[in-house]
């Protein structure tokens, strides 16, 4: 067989290989049968409204301002006033974004998406997509290797490689199957975790181990924030705001003894103290979902517009007048003003800004 | 002498040896026929009722409306009424607005067909919003059961407003309005009688006049609210008809001289209306707003056409001295073919507008050829039969008035006559070309479908439109909906990527330029998923699960007219900014794009259109479809006609060209006047030009007689105008005084539609007298080779003895 022949039968093969992959395609193509067919990412539509569209968080990347929200949307905005959607890979809804630094950030969203961008918030590509699971709630990266996603159902993962590759944490405080709604670092570096009906999770070795909290709340936590050198703020459902000085501190409970149609709420001082925990008394009784603090003081936001100014120091907490009336869920200072996202979009708060110069002069969120 | 001018000629004689001895033979038994068959119709005519048939006014053929038609039972129902209440100052978290807000919902529960269970405002049981407590949901109504009008309990209300979704759509975005929204029910649940519109319509008014005063306004948009302002507009419109009667009455009178032949002239007229009207019902249509324009029309031809032959009939006596009964029979012989290939001419041209494939349009066709049959019996039988009988009252007092008429008349004539030299005939045609240029250059910029903010029925400045367009700035909803149909497979309602699908196209139809806002179930079922998750923004989603996404959408209702009752079919109801027809098209031309691009779910198909506004879509389209193929038929018809008629390409030229510069002009008439071409003003156009032939077929037919028989072109003009030129100028005058009163119509295409005709025939008449005889300058030498071969033939031999 000369090198011509050779050529010509390997070119029949290609062809009928070709020939047979199209069929093959087309018998199980999932335009045919899409309820069968694995879904694959979807990019989000370029929309000239997706600044105000829902927005499920706001974070910073440097100077930029980075929200992520309904439908895939992701938008950015230089000034505060002014945002651009850019390019996303999913079409599915994202609930938060974090940034490491101004380059290097995470979204995660429904269908167990991640997102990474390398250019603060620019271009986006897809790390991780598994339609069949549930949504990831939280993202926190300790630095440019290790992070961590947790979300519906107890989902957990890390990540040792930036986000190139995830794997789910084998760990005792997912056996009850709560959602696990956000995650954050302290100060002192203690992970901690806030989720359904109350439950409550830290790790003092960065992720290696995690322990179950003992609660002073029977409804669901949305979101937890450092406080002071070793202490924790959580607050969720119905307003509730709770304050620990040492989350290390904080009585533990094995994940054995935990049931999660038997819990109480602990409103007596003393059985509070006992666990480690102090109730914050609040002006409100709106769910909150997401907040910011600088050390010693935070802000939260939620349901109804609702924006509380707590002092960590046991202060009295003051309700804002916020000219929303509907849902926010994310704030961030922004040139001496702040900007909040949530139901209706971005938008600025310029009430807030005159009520809290000290935050509102603050950096980038701890 | 040419074969065809004889057979014309005898033809002509033939027609009239036939017709005449039915009208002049048996006089009294004709006088009795048309007298009984007049009541009979008169009886009929009396039965006939006002109809706003709405599906009459749509394309019914047209694809979209296949779409409309498929759905309408499950989407169609959305016959809401809304009621706004705006606090003119401050918000309406104020105790006595609150107050206000609740006796306003109390009293739209009882307006008749209202669905009961189904009334909707912030204070009504159907509106809660959700709380999440520690074990689950607490659903509670917005307005506490222990409603008492503080400011505390405002303040609970307040916050509550804020949970239940309901911004935007029960409260405006600024807090100063709130709505009360209900559905009326078409037929009555127990009677199964059909729903009084009016009556509606008028409960609301009350309700209006009861709680508008300095601190709140009431504003009220709704179907059955265009109804009722429509049919109170429509009354309106009989007393345009009185008004125009007594114009023309007055015209006749000061026309013809004598108030009794004025009155013979109007009296036969009524008959031809009567006739229209009769017939109208007796083949089953009713009166619907579109229709009430023919009897003008009729009113106004019969008028003209009457008054040219009493007019006749009169000189005749007066001049010769003629009995009434030779007068009846000289008049009859002279302008009985002109006048019947004039009036076929009309019918002719308003038969082309059948064409168009919008029933109200083709009623409209037949309306008015069942008008034309009652002109040309009034005209051609009754009327000769009529004055036969009669005297002139005082032959030396009309002779005297008429020389005194005629003095002036002919001072003015004569300088007239000019226009038929040649320098005059240049400048004229010259401005012609002028105006031409100018027609041509507007006529791309002719809008299609609706140009006017609000419901196109009502004028803009109507308080319904400014209801409607205060409550769009406050709320999301408008009375502009374009509905797009998302046709899928049974109980879609728990299949997740045809759900994604549809949620994906609506927010890209969101994002479409011209749409304001976009309802869905998924607007609803979102909420509810999300009320069942903690109320947490992000659960508010589809959910993937399909226990869970069929507990999410079964909670929406198919009464909402968002999907129908086995989840095959879902609405996406798309609130537009305007129905300008370019923002129709260009939402129309973003759907098809998605259709053919961007759908990956092969399951589901997006089809257009219901809603208002789709099917305002669908009749664009249909407009815009036959707006140039009516332009030709009527002028193929028109010309044909003229050809018939003089047998000479002066004939047709002098009259096709100055109607067809009328025409074209009319468009930018439509530009300046931003009158959009639609159903209403798309007949408008066939009609003008069916009129406006008329007037050309009389003045060229006797310019030409006269040339026939040797006469200057000057000198046969400034016959014609002492003739029948003054009938034209009359006919002229008359015909837009009947038609002007519709220019203070409330409706909206009544208003346009009078603006239109009221040019067309003004300026058709001047065509006839201005532009004609400089025409005929160039082009009329080819009559005098048709030297003989009078048009009004046999005239003549009236006055001999029979």
Redesign the interface.
Known sequence: MDDRMKRRSLAALVVAAVWFAAGAARADDP?QD??QAQ?AP?PA?M???AAS??L?DLARAGRRLVAVG??GNIVVSDDGRDWQQVHSPV???L?RVFFLDARRGWAVG??GAILQTGDGGRHWSVQRWV??R??L?DVLFLDAQRGFAVGSYGALLRSDDGGAHWQEIDSPIREPGLHFNAIARLADGTLFIAGERGMLARSADEGASWTMLDSP????M?GVLPSGAHGAMIFG??GSIYVTDDARAVRSIAVDGWDEFDRE?VSDPAALAALGWRHVDSPSH??L?RGIADGDQALLTG???VVLQVPADGGPVRALASAE???L?GLQPFDGQWIAV??RGARALPVVAATSPRLATAGAKP | MSGPGMSQNSVARHILRLVEPIIFGHRRALLIVLGVATLLLAWQASMLKPQAGWLKMVPQQHPYMQVFLKHYASFGGANTIVVALKARHGTIYEPQFMDRLRQVTDAVFFVPGVDRSRVKSIFTPNTIYVDVIEDGLAGATVVPGDYAPTPEMVQRIRANVGKANVIGRLVSEDETSALVLAELQDLDPVSRAPLDYVAVGRQLEKIREQFEDDRVSVEIIGFAKVVHDMTEASVEVAMFFVVALLCMALLLWIYIGSLSLAMIVLLTSLVACVWELGLLHLVGYGLDPFAMLVPFLIMAVSVSHGVQYVNAWANEISTRGATGYQASLATFRALAIPGVVALLTNVAGFSTIYLIDIDVIREMSINAAFGMAGVILVNKALLPAVLSYLRLPNVEKFRHAQAVRERIGDAVFRRMSVLTERGPAIAVICVCIGLAVYGALRYPQVQIGDTTEGVPELRPDSRFNRDARQIARDFWLSTDIFTVVAETFPDACIDYRAMAEIDRFAWYLRNTAGVRDVFTLFDMSKLAYAGLNEGRLNAQVIPRDKYSLAQSTALVPTTTGLLNKDCSALAIQAYTTDHKASTLAGIVEAVKRYEAGENQDRRVQFRLASGNNGVMAATNEEVRRNELPVVIYVYAVVLLFLWLSFRTVSGVLCVGLPLALVTLLGYALMVEMGIGLKVATLPVLAFACGIGVDYGIYSYSTVAAGMRRGLSLRDAYYEKMRSTGKATLFTGVGLASGVAMWIFSKLQFQRDMGILLVFGFTANMIGAIVVLPALAHFLAREEYRHRNKDLTVGAEEAFQPR
């Open positions: 335009a899409p309820a879904r979807r539509l929309a000239p409204l569209a829902p499920l309904a439908r079409d599915v809804m609930t429904y269908d339609p069949d549930g949504p709630y709340y029977r409804g669901s949305f459902l119905r709420t709106e769910s979902f349901v109804n517009g009336n509907e849902t869920s949530g139901l």
